[in-house]
Every structure is written in C-alpha cells, then in structure tokens.
C-alpha cells in the first residue's frame, strides 16, 4: 500500500502559479504511475495530469495542456503538478493518485490510492 499527502494548495490571482506536491510513503514509489485529478464543487472529479513510472510518459487534459507540467523525482518519493497560467475556471480541490497498471491512464477508476486533496482557488 501507498500513502499520498498533497501539498501547495491556496489562493493565487488569475494568471499566478502553484506548485502542487505530492509526497508518497509506504511502498516503492517507482513501482506506481502517478495521476492528478481535481474536483470542483457540484462537479465530477476530472483528469488534469499523468506520468509513468519513470518519468518518460505523460498526458494532460486538453483544458490544461501547456500550462500545467507533471514531473516526479523518485529519489524523493514526490510528484509535482506545476500549474501557471492558472485561470478561475482552475479552481478545485487537486488530488493525487497512484496507478500500479502497466500504462498510464485517465481514468481515476484505475487508481487505488488516492491521498486527502488540496484545495485551490484562483480569483478573477
């Protein structure tokens, strides 16, 4: 089993940055892809962000592509959702997720460890 805490969250005016955390314990970090995913109030919970095992691979919602960028350093057991740009529209509670399957996906229903959320708000 994995633990998440996701970390970095809080309130940035529109066109600001965050870098969103995700700290994993428990078992071998490398062994999971990673996922973020966000949630905003009356909302389903969405895909933003992937990345493989390694590194290598990554996807990205359409909504976010080329402002925000996932990376991991597995030396640190960490995965990192850098999000510029940020727009209202952002604002959500983020979730980190881990993936044991071969490939990375979008679908959170793949993910079995999830951590608590952080949340962030981006003001017009």
């Known amino acids: 089993q994995v633990q998440l805490v996701e970390s970095g969250g809080g309130l940035v005016q529109a066109g600001g940055s965050l870098r969103l955390s995700c700290a994993a314990s428990?078992?071998?970090?490398?062994?999971?892809?990673v996922g973020w995913f966000r949630q905003a109030p009356g909302k389903e919970r969405e895909f933003v962000a992937a990345?493989?095992?390694?590194?290598?691979?990554?996807t990205y919602a359409d909504s976010v592509k080329g402002r925000f960028t996932i990376s991991r350093d597995n030396a640190k057991n960490t995965a990192y959702l850098q999000m510029n740009s940020l727009k209202p529209e952002d604002t959500a509670i983020y979730y980190c997720?881990?993936?044991?399957?071969?490939?990375?996906?979008?679908?959170?229903?793949?993910?079995?460890?999830w951590g608590q959320g952080t949340q962030v708000t981006v003001s017009s």
């Open positions: 990345i493989s095992r390694t590194g290598r691979s990554t």
């Open positions: 997720a881990a993936d044991a399957a071969v490939q990375i996906s979008r679908d959170p229903l793949r993910y079995n460890y």
């Open positions: 428990g078992r071998t970090f490398i062994n999971y892809n």
